[in-house]
């Protein structure tokens, strides 16, 4: 079960667009279309931005935009702002047994 | 408000027990499949268990199986994680969070409860 492969940390100035990268195997991200990513403020609970590769929930800024090509999962944010500044991690179902799988996690800095 | 609520932790010994409950309010708990996600302190999330919605299905990590049960009380909203054979690497946030209905992810989750596992 080794965990999908995420920078460690990514930057940008507000109103900038930042693009983090997710990438798995054949046998995860590039297999299925569920890869959900979710945010993560300091001491707090993820919460979902990204469900099946590219929706977004309610309620979830349409700043938020998620992509997959081959291998690797994108999670895009365009217009940063301050209250973007969290850890990202990314999830792809990797079949039955293994179930699924979290990205080691990006944190975001929003300079 | 759909909410999650997680319990039980808090310092055990090494080889020691916990059981985490975590009672779920405000949907039809009856319908939805749950994990178990833990954090280890300044660490990133690690996917711990599932359960099916009838507990028909259940599936663990690696890392923990063999040693965590989990289980489900429809009739009390409550979803439930029986850890055994402790180790000092299971010290760790852990969140209940709820399966989408129809697809893969996770769409609420607790506030988390610690566990650490120290002498």
């Known amino acids: 079960q080794s965990a999908l492969t995420q920078p460690r940390s990514v930057s940008g100035s507000p109103g900038q667009s930042v693009t983090l990268s997710c990438t798995g195997t054949?046998?995860?991200?590039?297999?299925?279309?569920?890869v959900s990513w979710y945010q993560q403020h300091p001491g707090k609970a993820p919460k979902l931005v990204i469900s099946e590769v590219s929706k977004r929930p309610s309620g979830v800024p349409d700043r938020f935009s998620g992509s997959k090509s081959g291998n690797t999962a994108s999670l895009t944010i365009s217009g940063l702002q301050a209250e973007d500044e969290a850890d990202y991690y990314c999830?792809?179902?990797?079949?039955?047994?293994?179930?699924?799988?979290f990205g080691g996690g990006t944190k975001l800095t929003v300079l | 408000e759909v909410q999650l609520v997680e319990s039980g932790g808090g310092l055990v010994q090494p080889g020691g027990s916990l059981r985490l409950s975590c009672t779920a309010s405000a949907f039809t708990f009856n319908s939805y499949s749950m994990n178990w996600v833990r954090q280890a302190p300044g660490k990133g999330l690690e996917w711990v268990s599932y359960i099916s919605s009838s507990s028909r299905t259940i599936y663990y990590a690696d890392s923990v199986k063999g040693r965590f049960t989990i289980s489900r009380d429809n009739a009390k909203n409550s979803l439930s994680l029986q850890m055994n054979s402790l180790r000092a690497e299971d010290t760790a946030v852990y969140y209940c969070?709820?399966?989408?209905?129809?697809?893969?992810?996770?769409?609420?989750w607790g506030q988390g409860t610690t566990v650490t596992v120290s002498s």
């Open positions: 999830c792809s179902y990797a079949g039955t047994y293994t179930y699924v799988v």
């Open positions: 054949s046998s995860d991200v590039g297999a299925y279309t569920y």
């Open positions: 969070a709820r399966e989408s209905q129809w697809f893969i992810f996770m769409d609420v």
